[in-house]
Nanobody, 115 residues
Framework: QVQLVESGGGLVQAGGSLRLSCAVS????????MAWYRQAPGKQRELVAS???????IYADSVKGRFTISRDGAKNTVFLLMDSLKPEDTAVYYC?????????WGQGTQVTVSS
């Protein structure tokens, strides 16, 4: 059973920074990609950033230049460094592990950015 546990969310003022962590029960390199999604109230879940097994990254246009996804293979952990946070970044952030047949999700961590 694959488990993903997110941490690092919280309340921050606009312009501030947070670093989210996703601890995975297994090798992160066994997955096609690791990703962060977010879901704001009343909105659909959207991709924020992903990192492939080879290290290639993809970012949503809304976070390019502000967010950075990275990983620590030795610790089976994926990170999302979020800088220059805006109120519109407020959402529950979910970690996702993408496998050929299915994906796995964490329980989510709340990020709230005050103006």
């Amino acid at each position: 059973q694959v488990q993903l546990v997110e941490s690092g969310g919280g309340l921050v003022q606009a312009g501030g920074s947070l670093r989210l962590s996703c601890a995975v029960s297994g090798s992160i390199f066994s997955f096609t990609a690791m990703a962060w999604y977010r879901q704001a109230p009343g909105k659909q879940r959207e991709l924020v950033a992903s990192i492939g097994s080879g290290g290639s990254t993809i970012y949503a246009d809304s976070v390019k230049g502000r967010f950075t996804i990275s990983r620590d293979g030795a610790k089976n952990t994926v990170f999302l460094l979020m800088d220059s946070l805006k109120p519109e970044d407020t959402a529950v952030y979910y970690c996702n592990a993408r496998a050929p047949i299915r994906g796995y999700w964490g329980q989510g961590t709340q990020v709230t950015v005050s103006s």
